[in-house]
Every structure is written in structure tokens, then in C-alpha cells.
């Protein structure tokens, strides 16, 4: 299967990192990245960004890989369908705006997601940071 690696991964949060200082003005969010079966890769959480994203960050990041779809498509599939998230029998699944799957020649090599922000802010810096990641893969 093929997957994210651990290279891949903290560059993806040293992406983020940066997104934060320089896009966010240094605002403090909570970055992770899971590998293709929506397992841990790599995880930061900046200085003075809140504890709960410590778990939710890494919740976004394993449901979007795990779907293959944005935790913001997937709160949306759950709003618009009336099911309850529990559904899905995975408690650790979560839909809060802020994972992107990272989508590679059709098939889900893991997930990015942040913490921290505002929800749409969130999502904005997930997608900027799987952008990223992507034209890396694409070279």
C-alpha cells in the first residue's frame, strides 16, 4: 500500500508551522499527519496552542485519511444524511472542520489536519499544507 512517509510527514508539519507564522501571525494551533490506514505519523503542537487539540488535531487527521474525504465534507455528509457519527463505529472519528486527505493518483496516501484556528481556518491551512505536500509528491 502506498502511504505517506515519516520524511514526508514532519515536512508537512514544519509547512504548517510556517503557514502559521507567517499566514496566521503566529497564532498557536496543533498540526498532525496520519500515514494511509489513518495511524499517526507525526504530530506538533506549537507553544501556547490549547490542549484539546492535541487529541482532535490527531482525530481530523485519522478520519479524513481513513474516508478519504475533508472532515468539513464529512460533517457535511452527516448533516445532510441525519446519521449520528457513531455510525461509522470508529470513536476516535470526528467532524470538525481541519483534515485533508492527501490524494494521490486516485488513491489516499494519509491525511493532514490542524488544530487550533478558527474551523474554516482550520480547513484553509489543512488544504494549504496538503497542497504543499502535494506538489512535493508530484516532483
Do not use: W
Amino acid at each position: 500500500m502506498m502511504t505517506l512517509t515519516l520524511e514526508q510527514a514532519r515536512r508537512a508539519v514544519d509547512c504548517a508551522i510556517d503557514l502559521a507564522d507567517t499566514r496566521y501571525t503566529q497564532r498557536p494551533l496543533s498540526v498532525a499527519v496520519c500515514d494511509a490506514n489513518g495511524e499517526l505519523l507525526s504530530f506538533a503542537r506549537m507553544d501556547n496552542a490549547k490542549l484539546l487539540t492535541i487529541e482532535l488535531t490527531q482525530r481530523k487527521a485519522r478520519t479524513s485519511s481513513r474516508l478519504g474525504c475533508t472532515t468539513q465534507a464529512f460533517l457535511q455528509r452527516l448533516q445532510k444524511e441525519s446519521l449520528d457519527i457513531s455510525y461509522f463505529a470508529d470513536p476516535r472519528f470526528t467532524a470538525l472542520p481541519g483534515g485533508v486527505p492527501i490524494l494521490h493518483n486516485g488513491k489516499c496516501l494519509g491525511a493532514v489536519a490542524v488544530g487550533g484556528l478558527s474551523a474554516q481556518e482550520d480547513h484553509d491551512a489543512a488544504m494549504a499544507v496538503a497542497e504543499c505536500l502535494l506538489k512535493e509528491i508530484a516532483e
